[in-house]
């Protein structure tokens, strides 16, 4: 069983940073994509950035400049650093890990960002 633990949500003000971290523990073979997505209140859930074995990265629109997503591979962790965080982007943040031969979905159970002054 894979187990995915998101940290470092929090209130910011507008223009702030934070960093979110996914640390994934437990069976986990051939990662294939790690990934953030997020959702706000009264909408749906929309990918924020991928983040593939091969190091390909792919942003949603709204984020392109401001969001960066990184993984380290020794600690099976992914983080997603957020610049120049605006009121819009305040959702729940979720951690998504793509892996092993048949391409299962792992999620992890949110962590909660708002910006707000």
């Known amino acids: 069983q894979v187990q995915l633990v998101e940290s470092g949500g929090g209130l910011v003000q507008p223009g702030g940073s934070l960093r979110l971290s996914c640390a994934a523990s437990?069976?986990?073979?051939?990662?294939?994509?790690m990934a953030w997505h997020r959702q706000a209140p009264g909408k749906q859930r929309e990918l924020v950035a991928t983040?593939?074995?091969?190091?390909?990265?792919i942003y949603a629109d709204s984020v392109k400049g401001r969001f960066t997503i990184s993984r380290d591979n020794a600690k099976d962790t992914v983080y997603l650093q957020m610049n120049s965080l605006k009121p819009d982007d305040t959702a729940v943040y979720y951690c998504n890990l793509i892996a092993g031969p048949f391409a299962v979905n792992y999620w992890g159970q949110g962590t909660q960002v708002t910006v707000s002054s």
């Open positions: 437990g069976s986990i073979f051939s990662i294939r994509t």
């Open positions: 983040l593939n074995r091969g190091g390909s990265t």
